[in-house]
């Protein structure tokens, strides 16, 4: 029983600490640029057409692979640009209502590999 409970711990911690590696610094509202949103760092921005407007349906181990964009916390929300509350409690950016996200196995500024990800669920989010 102990040792069940150590490897559901060291798991809940690697999958824990695994959004907060892959996930970039909460920032401003995303910047476009070559056609599509993007990080602070450069990174390419997603939709997911599972999410509805306002609500990010991408959480647990789908956040690790595909971290949300997140908000700093004197960011406003202005035009097209919102902010969703996440299950847990982080704040998203959304564009048009759809939560953004960046792709794990991106590596380098401009890399789109999640672009048509899971039979095409998946979109780079252009203006």
Not at 32 to 54: E, H, I, Q, R
Not at 95 to 112: E, I, Q, R, V
Request: proline share 6%; aromatic share 10%; glycine share 10%.
């Amino acid at each position: 029983m102990i040792k069940l409970l150590s490897t559901a711990a060291a798991v809940a911690l690697v999958v824990g600490t695994g959004l907060a590696f892959a996930a970039e610094p909460a920032s401003n509202a995303p910047m476009a640029k070559d056609g599509m949103y993007v990080t602070a760092k450069g990174m390419t921005l997603y939709t997911f057409d599972k999410d509805s407007a306002g609500k990010s349906v991408c959480n647990g181990p789908c956040a690790v692979n595909w971290p949300p964009a997140l908000v700093a916390d004197d960011a406003k929300a202005s035009g097209a640009w919102s902010i969703v509350t996440r299950d847990d409690g982080l704040k998203q950016w959304a564009y048009k209502g759809k939560p953004l996200y960046a792709f794990a196995k991106d590596k380098a500024p401009g890399d789109k590999t999640g672009d048509g990800f899971l039979n095409g669920a998946w979109h780079v989010a252009k203006p």
